[in-house]
């Protein structure tokens, strides 16, 4: 799945020049706890989120932390952030540059890129233009897919189209996301990268693995030698694939 499938699209934004004031009421009547910055040409400056503002409640002569720097004046960092602290516009307090992803982008990536950066939404863009935002809670709807949705993934997106099956070689069955897997495939092999390949899948919560193989090739792969088509794995599914061809 990917980020496109997820993100809202109709996005309210702000200006640079934008008064916080405005700004506090848009989120509060929106609903949302930050909105990008955007210039009047569509670039993505920043973001302006509640944490912009409850940073601002550390105003004061002597900021808790900012002691030394009141004292022995302030490196880079410092100004920058006091320069947050005293801004009156989107521009002046955001938190920039704007954590951006594209559109094409699994939600995997957006996933680990918002624990990386520990932020809670991405503005996405297509061509460097804003096309949507993708939050937390977006990412977590991809889980509410139905187990259908689930078993016709796994045998298309997978079995068929990924490992070059046919889709009714292999038992697939999800029960709230947990993904059952069984059947005879030709190789052990065959069986670890269907596992892998579907616990990989938006949405499955586990998987259960039911497969059997014909031939234990783990011990007859050369040392060393990697396999250089994951994909392609099954011996029969190749054989079949060329008699279809």
Known sequence: MYVRDVMTREVETVHPDTPLKEVARLLVQRGVSGLPVVRQDGQVLGVISEADFVLREERGPHPRHGRLEWLFGEDDRAADRRARLE?????????????????????????????????????????????????????????????????????????????????????????????????????????????????????????????SWELDDRSIEPMGYPIREPGAASIAAREHADHRG
Not at 119 to 124: D, E, F, G
Not at 160 to 185: C, N, Q, Y
Not at 191 to 206: C, K, M, N, P
């Open 87 to 211: 801004g009156t516009t989107a521009g002046e307090a955001m938190t920039a540059p704007a954590v951006t992803i594209g559109s094409e982008r699994s939600i995997r990536e957006a996933a680990a890129l918002m624990i990386e950066k520990a932020i809670n939404r991405l503005p996405v863009l297509d061509d460097g233009r804003l096309v949507g935002i993708v939050s937390r809670a977006d990412l977590v709807g991809a889980f509410l897919r139905t187990d259908d949705d689930l078993e016709r993934a796994v045998r298309h997106e997978i079995i068929r189209d990924t490992m070059w099956m046919e889709p009714d070689i292999v038992r697939v069955k999800a029960d709230e996301g947990v993904v059952t897997l069984g059947g005879l495939v030709d190789r052990r092999s065959t069986a670890e990268i269907l596992v892998r390949l579907t616990s990989q899948l938006d949405g499955v919560i586990a998987v259960r693995d039911q497969l």
